[in-house]
């Protein structure tokens, strides 16, 4: 038996590529953090521009928070063991009726890690539902490895680059993993997924943490960096980073910058044009 997960789930996870719904907090709890967000949000005329690259767990306190949260960690734990790496926290916000979505995708195409061994716990603080566009996954796609992608830099693709696989998926065997407030999915970084648009009234708010062990490495370049949240770090490959003692404090701003402008030459490194979104 795992922390959280029980052998069937886990045997689950490593066969299918993916576990969901995994309750980590109640509703109210998700509910605050999403007041938070959306605080956030409104006092800086938006979340898109300072959650590029992946990064904002080092620049408000309510995003580190989620990244060291107890019931998510001991979730993650249980697949890949006891020392943990934050290597990055997404957001995929889909406002009501917005034609947003993320087309089928391998998150690992272009994160320049040398092991496939990432989990994504993508948490829900709003309701994900299939009308609001939750995730959808093809079961055992983990199995397929790398597959070539094809960049899009499509307008409503809520992806990096627009990235699609360059293969034909079978909707017929996606698995949707609609999800409550304050529940999280877990995906293994080859696991095919996606999403639709949200058809539904209310805002669909996602928030994607990424974890690794720390013998994983950043092989597209030096210095890459991550926040140790559990455990102990026997490896040295990454920086370590720090949480913000306070929201935007100026201490995070600079190092959120350093940080970018490294991450920022992985992620579109071999891209023509601009990218259309930030968020990986």
């Known amino acids: 038996m795992g922390k959280v997960l029980s ?20 509703a109210a709890t998700a509910a605050a953090y999403r007041r938070r967000f959306e605080a956030y949000e409104a006092a800086q005329g938006g979340w898109y521009e300072l959650s590029k690259g992946a990064k904002l767990y080092l620049l408000q306190t309510w995003a580190a928070e989620l990244a060291m949260h107890p019931g998510i960690l001991d979730a993650v734990e249980d697949l890949l063991g006891p020392d943990l790496f934050c290597w990055g ?66 307008k409503e693709n809520l992806l ?31 696991a095919a997924h996606a999403s639709e648009p949200n058809r539904s009234d209310d805002r669909r708010i996602g928030v994607a943490i990424r974890y690794i062990p720390p013998y994983v490495r950043q092989i597209n370049g030096d210095q890459d960096s991550a926040l140790l949240v559990r455990g102990q770090d026997r490896h040295g490959n990454f920086i370590h980073e720090k949480p913000p003692v306070a929201d935007m404090d100026a201490a995070a701003l600079a190092e959120h910058k350093r940080i970018m402008e490294f991450r920022q030459a992985v992620l579109y490194k071999g891209v023509a044009g601009a990218p259309a979104h930030t968020a990986v």
């Open 7 to 26: 052998d069937e789930r886990i045997a689950a996870y490593h066969r299918d590529g993916y576990a969901s719904p995994v309750r980590v907090m109640d």
């Open 89 to 154: 926290v997404s957001l995929f916000v889909k406002d009501a009726h917005n034609p947003g979505f993320v087309s089928w995708h391998q998150d690992a195409t272009y994160w320049g890690l040398d092991k496939p061994d990432v989990v994504t716990a993508w948490l829900a603080l709003s309701p994900a539902t299939e009308v609001s566009g939750c995730m959808k996954v093809i079961p055992g796609s983990q199995t397929w490895n790398q597959i070539e992608h094809r960049d899009t830099l499509a």
């Open 160 to 190: 990096t680059r627009g990235q699609e696989i360059a293969v034909d998926v079978n909707e017929d065997e996606a698995v949707a993993m609609p999800l409550q407030p304050g529940e999280i999915s877990l995906h293994h970084v080859l």
